[in-house]
Structure formats: C-alpha cells, structure tokens
C-alpha cells in the first residue's frame, strides 16, 4: 500500500503513449512511494521500457503527468501552454534520476574512472580530484577495484555494464531505473551484475524500479511487483503474492511461459 504520509518519489497520473497505432501506456496512474522497490515484468511491448524513459524524459508523454518528488518532469503533448515545462526545470529535477540500459553506452576512448567521473565533473561542476576519490569508491563498490584506468574494450560485458551503474551513482540520484540490465550480457556474466543490484538494494535508501524478465532476481530484490500488458497494470503487490500466488490468469500463464523462477 503507498504511504500518504509523504509525497511518492515518482507519480505517474493519467499517463498515456503511443508509437503511430500501437499504444504503449493506456492511462496509467501509479504512485511509487520513497525508498521502494519495485521490479516490472510483462511481455515484450508492454510498456515496461517506456515507462523509464518517460521518467528520463528520453520520450515524450502524449496525456498526462509524471512527478518527482512532488516536482513535474514530464507533462502530456496535450498540456496547455502553462503548465509546459522549460528545459531547465526538467533538467533539475531529473538530476534526482539515474538509469541504467540493456546496453552500456560508455565511452570507449575513457577509462573506467573517465567514464564514471565525466558527468559529476562536467553538470554538476565537482572538482575533478574529487570526482575522481568518489569514482573510484564507486567503482570498489561494485566490485571494480584495480580496473580505473582500464578502457571498455579491456572489460567483460559484465564489467562494463558495473561501469555503467557507478557512472549512474556517481550522480547521486534518489531514484534509480534499471532496464533490463542483464539482457545484453553472456549468462555466465549475469550474476555478478545482478549482485551488484542487490546490495544497493540492501545498503542504500534508493527507489528503485527495476523492468527485468529475471523472475528470481524480481522475488529477491523488490518490495513490490508490477505485471504489466498493453500499457495497464494486470496485476501488483509484494513478490510473494505476484510471482508465488498471481490473482490473474494472465500473470500466471507469463510465469510459466517465462520458465522455472
């Protein structure tokens, strides 16, 4: 159940997006309160990924709203000249975000740390000494000590995509979107990504959502699960309940479609 007592960390309110016919959030309303965890799952075309990049402001709502901490980021195409909102609202209130992709996206002239430091350096305006001391606790923090001044090609993809989480902690969000983070990686590579996912959970007061097909990972990491299709929420409530007794038909025919959990 969300908390009343504070403002949610994300407020999605009558959200709806499409791609020429296809519809990929249908009027989605959904509050997501302060340090909570919650996985996404669904099949493909869901909605899940778009949900996170409406939030990153990567695509653009059609309808509706989307809050920060009480703070607007996003508004619908359909919003009248008012409520619209400058580049530079948006910019200080995404600075709250981080998001993590299926693919790295590092630079591959940087190293480890480059990658890591050049965005605390270069929006924030943090001396580059000490962008440099928190990189790299950030990059020992998951499980990268002694790789600093490696460069991407010299990393396993699993390496990598730890880079690409440290350079999104480096940012010091409050929120953290993980889209399918595991999905671009060999399966022996996989574990030690999730692992990392997991003890933020663990140590840190982040909010977290997490869109991923890892069923395990899902029941593990979050406080809350999602099944979503078509853009709608089929079915929500703690792991236990969602993954281990689904209410829906439709969530349970995903899960055994998805394989052994």
Do not use: Y
């Not at 939030?55 to 709502?61: D, G, H, K, P, S």
């Amino acid at each position: 159940m969300n908390d009343h007592r504070e403002v949610p960390a994300i407020r999605f309110t009558g959200c709806s997006k499409a791609f020429g016919e296809t519809v990929v959030l249908d009027d989605f309303s959904w509050d997501v309160p302060v340090g909570r965890r919650v996985a996404i799952l669904g099949p493909s075309g869901s909605g899940k990924t778009t949900l996170l990049r409406l939030v990153m402001t990567i695509e653009q709502l059609d309808e509706g709203a989307i809050d920060v901490f009480g703070r607007p980021i996003a508004v619908g195409r359909d919003a009248p000249a008012a409520e619209r909102l400058s580049e530079r609202q948006i910019r200080e209130v995404r600075r709250d975000v981080g998001m993590v992709f299926q693919q790295f996206n590092l630079f591959p002239h940087m190293t480890a740390l480059e990658n890591v430091i050049e965005a605390p350096v270069r929006v924030l305006g943090k001396n580059k000494n000490e962008a440099a001391e928190h990189g790299r606790q950030i990059l020992a923090q998951v499980g990268l000590q002694g790789k600093e001044d490696a460069h991407p090609r010299k990393l396993s993809g699993g390496q990598q995509q730890r880079v690409a989480i440290a350079r999104a902690l480096a940012m010091e969000p409050r929120i953290m979107l993980f889209d399918e983070v595991t999905s671009a990686l060999d399966p022996e590579l996989v574990g030690e990504v999730l692992e990392v996912i997991r003890d933020l959970a663990e140590h840190s007061s982040m909010t977290m959502l997490l869109v991923t097909h890892e069923i395990g990972f899902a029941r593990d990491v979050s406080d809350e699960v999602l099944f979503m299709e078509h853009g709608r929420v089929v079915e929500s409530g703690p792991p236990e309940d969602v993954l281990g007794n689904p209410a829906e038909e439709r969530t349970r025919s995903f899960l055994r479609a998805v394989g052994p959990h």
